[in-house]
T-cell receptor
Framework: GENVEQHPSTLSVQEGDSAVIKCTYSDSASNYFPWYKQELGKRPQLIIDIRSNVGEKKDQRIAVTLNKTAKHFSLHITETQPEDSAVYFCAASTLEYGNKLVFGAGTILRVKS | NAGVTQTPKFQVLKTGQSMTLQCAQDMNHEYMSWYRQDPGMGLRLIHYSVGAGITDQGEVPNGYNVSRSTTEDFPLRLLSAAPSQTSVYFC?????????????FGPGTRLTVL
């Protein structure tokens, strides 16, 4: 079945630096790749997503890139701020269990001021 | 709009007890789902529903039952709680499919089984 691997598991950056989180997936039929942010004790919330017909998508300081050939996608956060500190989850769609999402294990991002 | 709501926020059970986690949404979403979140394992799909009266199993369905009698409500039942079911449970809903549209999550229920 679909396997989504996420790296790194923890990431510490200085405020103002960039952060990059990478995910790989195994199902070549996957066509939807969202990223969710979960602040401590809160619910996951969608921050950006990309579909397989697009190679890159940007929303202010956040961008996602997709390489379908290599089966990996990445989240890029520029000019990090303390409020970016959270757990970030990538996910990929799969036809297993119907058309569903499989989530990565998550990355704890700490932005030090 | 309240969005997706869940009750209770916290629950402690003894092994073998049963209980129902409640989930409701007021966005008129057809798709609803239940996930469990465990450290280092992301979010795993337990059960889902594509509309009232229709439910199906996800990745980790054993030990859980669901029903969907209305568009708004999607309760999750633990039949006989086990320590392995200690987890944080999130309900989610979406307008489109589970793998094609934004998932709106509830605030979560933290369950401990002793």
């Amino acid at each position: 079945g679909e396997n989504v691997e996420q790296h790194p598991s923890t990431l510490s950056v200085q405020e103002g630096d960039s952060a990059v989180i990478k995910c790989t997936y195994s199902d070549s039929a996957s066509n939807y790749f969202p990223w969710y942010k979960q602040e401590l004790g809160k619910r996951p919330q969608l921050i950006i997503d990309i579909r397989s017909n697009v190679g890159e998508k940007k929303d202010q300081r956040i961008a996602v890139t997709l390489n379908k050939t290599a089966k990996h996608f990445s989240l890029h956060i520029t000019e990090t701020q303390p409020e970016d500190s959270a757990v970030y989850f990538c996910a990929a769609s799969t036809l297993e269990y119907g058309n569903k999402l499989v989530f990565g294990a998550g990355t704890i991002l700490r932005v030090k001021s | 709009n309240a969005g997706v709501t869940q009750t209770p926020k916290f629950q402690v059970l003894k092994t073998g007890q049963s209980m129902t986690l409640q989930c409701a949404q007021d966005m008129n979403h057809e798709y609803m789902s239940w996930y469990r979140q465990d450290p280092g394992m992301g979010l795993r799909l337990i059960h889902y529903s594509v509309g009232a009266g229709i439910t199906d199993q996800g990745e980790v369905p054993n030990g859980y039952n669901v029903s969907r009698s209305t568009t708004e409500d999607f309760p999750l039942r633990l039949l006989s709680a086990a320590p392995s079911q200690t987890s944080v449970y999130f309900c989610a809903s979406s307008y489109g499919g589970l793998a094609t549209d934004t998932q709106y999550f509830g605030p979560g229920t933290r369950l401990t089984v002793l």
